[in-house]
């Protein structure tokens, strides 16, 4: 059974920077494109970033292009999400996701992290 697990999370003060880590095991991490999704409440889960399996392709939301980038390390089994210039609207709960490619679509997603708080202060 794939287990992800998210860390770094925590407070930050408007224009700091995290970096958030999530741990795959259960299964092969290579097979899997990877993903990080933030959700507020009362809103719907969105894609923040996504990277391809190898790497070779990433996505980023509009809202956060230039400010965060995703990387994964196939011999750690890790991916990691370097959140830069924060805002306070990037406060949200960051989860962690697998899926077979690139997916802003929450039913392709195999399998999700238990999230990790991101609270901006203004």
């Known amino acids: 059974q794939v287990q992800l697990v998210e860390s770094g999370g925590g407070l930050v003060q408007t224009g700091g920077s995290l970096t958030l880590s999530c741990a795959f095991s259960?299964?092969?991490?290579?097979?899997?494109?990877m993903a990080w999704f933030r959700q507020t409440p009362g809103k719907e889960r969105e894609l923040v970033a996504g990277?391809?399996?190898?790497?070779?392709?990433?996505f980023y939301a509009d809202s956060v292009k230039g400010r965060f980038t995703i990387s994964r390390d196939d011999s750690k089994n890790t991916v990691d999400l370097q959140m830069n210039s924060l805002q306070p609207e990037d406060t949200a709960v960051y989860y962690c996701?697998?899926?077979?490619?690139?997916?802003?679509?929450?039913?392709?997603?195999?399998?999700w992290g238990q999230g990790t708080q991101v609270t901006v202060s203004s």
């Open positions: 990277i391809s399996r190898g790497g070779g392709n990433t």
């Open positions: 996701a697998t899926s077979s490619v690139i997916t802003s679509d929450l039913r392709r997603i195999d399998y």
């Open positions: 259960g299964g092969t991490f290579s097979t899997y494109a």
